[in-house]
């Protein structure tokens, strides 16, 4: 892997903190200006989120690994898990116009994310790849 | 993340500090429940001192002001911070809470 | 590996504020009281400039590996890297009483951590093991 | 890491803010050894907004204070955190550096 952060946590919310920590701290050394840095980190923090509750029923021993890595102008972050296939036809948007619970974590990964695609050469479990295109913190 | 509540003539405000997310939101929402089962009137959310907030933050507000309409109970949302605030715009959820800026206007308003 | 949250990072100096972050907020997960964790995260911080600095002698694209654990009363730090085997023997104390540049790392380290050991088994590179007693924040 | 510089008849007051760790100390040692070349007689380091130092941080300020003694330059360390202190008196350096409750202290001592 070439990834610059790798961090690897148990799938408890408790470790979501630690994610976004992680996220927030990697987003800032490679240069994204403060918006950006808070979008990823709502956005990763959804993601993983989703890992916990759909992928993995709310299995909270499993394991989630979060890769992070920064080419020329585009911040890239995998997700990682052991849980059956999930293909993104299986990621169910829902309109925002009706008012009820849940449903928003897809709208904020989709909106601060250019490019969303799973891995499909993983050989079992997921590898979600987010892709941002960089905007950095001295040009904003 | 803490929660603080102050009670004001059958008016209650309720102060979450820090980070709101699928780890603490369930907290929050257990404190929300306890007050609505009270059929408590008007419940203030003061959200100066949280620095974060998730989806699963937004669906406890939304969840609490279904679960008071049948009583017509009010939820008023205060203090938002501007980080925050992008998150209600996004959910075009500025458009179903009452906002205020300060929790006196929310008691006012 | 049974370690609940694992972190991988390039050896680059920059990424210090990564792992510092990770140990205080795993660290406050585990209960551990405010000066413990302030403590932690000195000592690793320590560490790990010691492997990029000692064992890495300043090459700043090779990989750490920081794992945590916490067990029924203590909290368990790794560290490895893939540079030449070290043993606890080339850890070289200096006297503390001579004012001069240098040698205040392994001090802190050997402070914060009850058990500093090196594990003997590992093929390639060096896994140093750090083991702190708790003492939990609610009794402190 | 930010370094603020603030010169007053000879005296200069370096403000660093942050953490200061083996990828931030250089830049503090290389404005610090700006400093010194210039034969700065007092040097006062103010550490009121620095959340973490490590043993390069320490080191950096051993070589400062090394340097200045040629010329019999003053080095004073003021507004030390709680938190920060505890590395100071673990290194023993307390007694080494002349440190101060605040820079008006610091400039008076
Ligand atoms: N990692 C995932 N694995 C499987 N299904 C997922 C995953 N993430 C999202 N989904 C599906 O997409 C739907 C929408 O997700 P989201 O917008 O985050 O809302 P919510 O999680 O509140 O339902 C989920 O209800 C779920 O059916
Ligand atoms: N990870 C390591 N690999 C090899 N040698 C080390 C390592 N850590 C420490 N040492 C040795 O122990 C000495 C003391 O370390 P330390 O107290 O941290 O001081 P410093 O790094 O400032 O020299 C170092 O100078 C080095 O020789």
């Known amino acids: ?140 | 993340m803490k929660v603080d509540l102050i009670d004001n003539n059958g008016v209650t405000v309720v102060s979450p500090s820090g980070e709101i997310d699928m780890y603490s939101s369930p907290e929050l929402r257990k404190q929300l429940l306890t007050l609505i089962k009270k059929k408590t009137s008007t419940i203030i959310i003061a959200l100066h001192d949280v620095t974060y907030i998730d989806s699963s933050g937004i669906a406890t507000f939304v969840e609490a002001l279904k679960r008071m309409m049948p009583y017509k109970g009010k939820l008023k949302i205060a203090e938002v911070p501007e980080s925050i605030m992008r998150i209600f715009n996004f959910s075009k959820l500025d458009k179903v809470f009452e906002m205020y800026e300060s929790v006196d206007d929310a008691i006012k308003g």
Chains 1, 3 share one sequence.
């Not at chain 1, 148990?10 to 808070?38: F, I, M, N």
């Not at chain 1, 585009?74 to 948007?93: M, N, R, Y």
């Open chain 1, 1 to 140: 892997m070439t990834e610059q952060v790798v961090l690897r946590v148990a799938s408890h919310p408790k470790y979501l903190s630690v994610v976004r920590a992680v996220a927030v701290l990697t987003a800032e050394l490679y240069g994204l200006c403060r918006q950006d840095v808070e979008d990823i980190r709502s956005a990763i923090d959804e993601a993983c989120s989703n890992v916990i509750r759909h992928a993995y029923k709310g299995d909270t021993q499993r394991q989630i690994v979060i890769g992070f890595r920064c080419l020329e102008d585009s911040f890239e972050v995998t997700i990682e898990d052991d849980a059956p296939k999930t293909s993104l036809s299986d990621l169910k948007q829902r309109n925002l116009d009706e008012v009820r619970v849940g449903g928003l974590g897809l709208h904020i990964i989709k909106k601060v994310f250019d490019s969303i695609a799973y891995d499909e050469t993983k050989q079992g479990g997921n590898r979600l790849i987010l892709v941002r295109t960089i905007r950095r913190s001295n040009e904003s």
